[in-house]
């Protein structure tokens, strides 16, 4: 299953922890190497307390590195932070084999069978209010079979945190509605970076110093 860090994607891995415990169960994280430093407390603590293992992928470099490679600005109407650093890594090893430049695992001896690929279903945390998205994430993943328990499926995410006995993570508890890269994300809009500026002026004033820097 696609582990990003999220709610969403800790209530999947509860829902095939808890419907299916015997399959060959993977979570499976790609990191944009920009993410909040408790994402990645919470995503052990998953693992750990599920007792699934996790693989971690990483192309080794982050957003900004990725901006100057290309020599390009990301913004509100143009970034390719996830589609090259998460969606082309894990595309590159699932359909092609190729592992990438940083490679890592967490109770790996959870692992029921080292063959997790060939005839793989595939389960994303997409939720109802989500599902138009669907259409394109089970072309995109063709021929695998693609799954998303949450449309059909709900959890109360604080129960499932009590239940696990895992601290929600501090992004959400800072008022986010997600736990990707620290809140920097390149598309979000002016509310989003209004509540940054409040609730983390460190990392406000580090994007705005990054965007003059590259701007130069």
Known sequence: MFFSGGLSSFAVAHHLKTNYPNDNILLYFTDTKWEDEDLYRFIAEVSDRLQLPMLTHSSGI???????????????????????????????????????????????QYLKSDDFITNATLYFGISFDEYHRTKAIKENWQPFNVE???????????????????????MY????????????????????????????RTTFNEINSIEHQLSL
């Not at 328990?149 to 501090?170: A, N, R, T």
């Open 62 to 108: 982050d957003p900004v590195q990725l901006m100057i490679k290309q020599h390009i600005i990301f913004n509100s109407r143009m970034g390719n932070c996830s589609s090259i650093l998460k969606m082309r890594v894990a595309d590159q090893y699932l359909k092609k084999g190729i592992i990438p430049p940083i490679e890592g695992w967490r109770n790996k």
């Open 148 to 170: 998303f328990p949450l449309c059909k499926v709900f959890y109360d995410y604080d129960e499932l945190l009590k239940k696990h006995s895992i601290e929600k993570p501090q």
């Open 173 to 200: 508890l800072k008022g986010f509605t997600h736990n990707n890269c620290k809140g920097r994300c390149v598309k979000a809009g002016k509310g989003h970076y209004k509540l940054l500026y409040n609730e983390d």
